[in-house]
């Protein structure tokens, strides 16, 4: 289903041949077919921003968008300008096919940085995918394929709410573990009545507890980018409460499907931060501990090492973070296996078969924010893509 | 040779039983036997430091220290009151030996987080190390085998100055791969005639400049300790800039020596950013290359990926380090693989069979400021060890 869960939209995946792995999909696109066409979208904040995400930023700074155009295979990033005309040219060539300005084409790309796409397949491929264009889930499920690289699964996501307007969505992320180097594209479509002020405003909150909070320092790679469409095509104008949060259940299901789908994980870890002065603080604590290598790998070892994550909450500035370290608890999976920051119940009462691990801190400040950070474990599987796999 | 390289000091590295590993030299102990006993010491910023640090920190404070106690097996962290008072007793047990105040002893541990130490074997250890106090080389070398835990060898450092005055040290460091939480031990010995003063400036900057570049993010273990004692033995009163010189080299050679001995390591990584505006620039972009986990597979898969080293520089904000992203070059291993922040000579160009690892990146400013940071890479056999090592 994905993007063509909601009414109005078309979608297409087709082998374009730009991808290495002989007849895979890897170009996709999608159509609102009205009668809006709203838009808003969050991307990378990587200095080094491939040529796609330079175009489509401008793009849909307006509002307005009309169809997304998505290729693997290749991140037409560090391209300088013929990378960027690469862009300008698929846009162009999308928008004569479907009836827009060029400026109505947003262009998403992953795959190797550094490399020129070739052109000729890219534009080929928009001929094919136009020529496929459909309505149907098998369409959607298609777009959602071709934009996989090393993701074992599709991942998407299809929710109503009152009244029958929908959203469905679809990403892509391969690497997580270290995500501020992986690419995740991501383009959500809903059939709800809305301005592309409010959807801008849904986003970027939905992106900030979602897709900002699945890593390790929120840094993104240089094609990240997060597209969220309107067709109005359901008539129906949703309470604003109520879409803020689908567009944010969306993007927390598409997220979390991104850290399942972590490139060799054996493990899911939630990281929760309680009792903390501020969110910021909570967070902060969060992503120190999911950024430790040493907390991964002793979970990829079915050991709850509470030592590796008090060291790594220490490493948080007090500035930042104001906590009493003796007052620290841990909760591995329920059990309390650090008390006052020390020793708690032993830690071979923790269950770690499940794929799913909590972890779950309490700073015991007295104030109560709090904030969730997920993030995958580090296993052998993880160094043999990255070794092996030329991205 | 190690810590009995420089006159005035005895040394000893016994089996107390205190490591889990049958007959591993477990417990070291170092005498300075004068006429100085000044000290100087750089200790963890973690806020779960370890009792031996909240101990040892105090009793350097006032600039005289007459014996270090170190033990593998242990690191006596996050143990609370119980822990504290361990250090304690330990520091008086060495004090009442070599006729000293408890204040007086320097007491270092590393091992496991979060258990106490088996304080009747370290007493008795300790015993056992008094007895064996030698000035020889041979006592230096068990020492420095006595303080490695996953340590495949030993680390030691001998320097002469001018006049015939030395220095000597030894250093453990486990995982630096992960440097926050891998605990580094270090004790440097000199017979020059230096005030703590002095000492404590040189000893500053030197492991800025070292044990503070060979990891990610400039965070420390529970456990990190640095410590240079001086016994005015030679009695040579050496140049200032001379004695901070071999300060700095001495700590130089031993973080590469631990960089050399990263847990799994194949490939020891030197990053050197130039042309940047500030050292602190430099620095911040040194460190964000070094802590990506995607280039450091890459690097143990022979691939000098230049996409993973620009996209992890361009996840440094502009506020930090201000370059354009389209004047910036990357040699590996002296090949211009990344030119104007695109490609340059093809990657396979570049040999990546030596061990040592060479990324230039040349932020090209204008300025000349520039840092060194040294990392590992990560492999198969680093995986194994954190999932499997109970530490």
């Not at 991501?186 to 890593?215: K, P, W, Y």
């Not at 979390?256 to 501020?278: L, N, P």
Request: charged share 20%; net charge negative; with cysteine.
């Amino acid at each position: 289903m994905s993007v063509t869960f909601a009414q109005g939209f078309s979608a297409a995946g087709v082998v374009a041949g730009i991808s290495s792995v002989e007849g895979k999909k890897d170009l996709a696109l999608v159509v609102n077919n009205g009668p809006l066409d709203a838009v808003a979208g969050v991307f990378t904040s990587n200095r080094f921003c491939a040529a796609p995400v330079q175009w489509s930023r401008k793009a849909v700074a307006d509002g307005h968008a009309k169809a997304v155009i998505l290729n693997s295979g290749g991140a037409n990033a560090c391209t300088g300008e013929a990378g960027y005309q690469q862009s300008v040219s698929t846009a162009e060539a999308v928008a004569e096919l479907v009836g827009a300005q060029a400026e109505d084409v947003a262009v998403c790309s992953t795959g190797l940085i550094g490399e020129l796409l070739p052109l000729d397949n890219v534009l080929a491929g928009a001929k094919a995918a136009y020529a496929a264009l459909a309505s149907t889930a098998e369409a959607g499920a298609d777009a959602s394929h071709a934009i996989m690289t090393t993701d074992t699964k599709a991942k998407t996501v299809e929710l109503t709410g009152s009244n029958g307007w929908k959203i469905g969505g679809m990403v892509k992320g391969s690497g997580m573990i270290a995500p501020q180097l992986a690419t995740m594209l991501c383009v959500i479509t809903t059939d709800a009545v809305v301005s592309a002020g409010q959807m801008q405003a849904a986003l970027t909150v939905a992106a900030e507890h979602s897709f900002n909070r699945i890593d390790v320092d929120g840094c993104m790679s240089t094609n990240d980018t997060v597209l969220l469409l309107a067709s109005g095509a359901s008539g129906v104008e949703p309470d604003k409460d109520e879409f803020n949060k689908l567009v944010r259940e969306a993007c927390a299901s598409l997220s979390r499907q991104i850290i399942g789908d972590g490139e060799g994980a054996s493990h899911d870890i939630r990281i929760t931060v309680t009792g903390a002065t501020s969110e910021d603080a909570a967070l902060a604590c969060g992503r120190a501990v999911a950024a430790s290598n040493l907390l991964k790998c002793a979970i990829s070892g079915n050991d709850p090492n509470w030592g590796r994550i008090v060291s790594s909450l220490g490493t948080v500035s007090p500035e930042v973070a104001p906590y009493d370290s003796e007052k620290v608890t841990v909760d591995v999976n329920g059990v309390r296996i650090c008390e006052n920051g020390g020793a708690g119940r032993d830690r071979s009462e923790v269950d770690m078969t499940p794929r799913e691990v909590h972890i779950d801190i309490d700073l015991n400040t007295g104030s109560n924010a709090e904030a969730t950070v997920w993030t995958d474990d580090l296993t052998h599987e993880y160094v043999h893509i990255n070794a092996d796999y030329e991205s």
